[in-house]
């Protein structure tokens, strides 16, 4: 017979060792938006909260810079946005084009794959993009129902340009989906200006929140779509409310509809919405707007500029495509001296309390990532990262020219008058 479980041990209270965050994300949060979060819980239908709601959506109409009425929140992180969208937008054996330039590329398809849809992906090397008369081919030759693009890829670093796609996708009726998660905020993105229908993001990247939440936008075109497969749930359905004649999208929790009247004047009852996390994206909203997107993604590129100018002065080879890196996040070739790098990370971290990324697949043990994202995107992150950097690296037998790599960020910054 089991013994019934006495509770007497109760682990100490979590205290977690300060970090400077310099990965591909989660960064450090921005202090105004931890304090956000300890704000004191409403009812998910006082008026006070449903006004909260109505503000996260107006503040999110700019950071994507948009006039899509329907943006707002998906509980969950980036990967439910994407979820959300993906299965709302894909019914049943739809074509779906997936180009592929890195692993969250691979993780649109087999959410698309998911989701029933019918996946051609085109796949492009790591460290590189596609040129638009390729996708554009593709998007021709297929005529899919959804193009599911990443805009920036952390794992590989690499952006790839939209412009130009969005007259594709009307001339063969296609709806324009992007995964902008890593890249919003840090890098330049205009949703109605790129002809976008379906854009999801997260907030633990250039938008220095934790991750928890999803905020996405959807086009009228992409609401039309959606609103066709609407079907309530029972329990909740209004009298006389009639179901519409598409497909009922499979998810319950990720179903767009729904959630569309949860965040509609309707205030259909969905979920209970992520109270806490509401706030957090409301401060994140606020705190990126207040510097101004252009201002932010000017820092971005500064910020980047100083920490590859320090990198390549140490002899340090930066990773893929010059053309198209992201701004917020540097891909750098691990020395052979380094082996799979992993010792060297983990000086970082325990030495320096500076955490550094690796990637995923190929380039798993072949290359760092240092993210310059957000909150933490700043001068003296930069040089504490190149200094520890140097002494983590002469530690382990490669030797960089003396303070080279802090000069040269000095250089970039005083160049800039920053
Ligand atoms: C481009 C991109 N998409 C999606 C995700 C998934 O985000 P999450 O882990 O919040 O679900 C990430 C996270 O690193 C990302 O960089």
Redesign the pocket.
Known sequence: MRQPIENKVITPALDPTPRLLMG??PIDVYPRVSRAMAMPMLGQFDPEFTGFMNETMELYRQVFRTRNQWTFLIDG????G?EACLGSLIAHGDKVLVPMFGR?GH?LAEIAFRAGGHVISIEAEWGTVFTTDQIAEAVRHHRPRVLAL?H???STTMMQPFEGLAEVCRETDTLFYS?A??SIAGNPFDTDTLGLDAVST?L??CMSGP?GTSPITLSDRAAAVIDNRRHIEGGIKPEGAVDATGPRITSNYLDLAMIMDYWSPKRLNHHTEATSMLYAAHECARVVLEEGLDTGQARHRLTSRALRGGLEAMGLKLFGDAENRMANVTGVVIPDVCGDGEALRAAMLNDFGIEIGTSFGPLAGKIWRIGTMGYVCRKANVLRCLASLDASLRRSGYEAPANAGIDAAYDVYDEAGA
């Open positions: 591909p994300g992180t980036a990967r439910a994407i969250f993780l990443v920036g890829d952390t995964d998660t890593a997260g633990q990247k991750p």
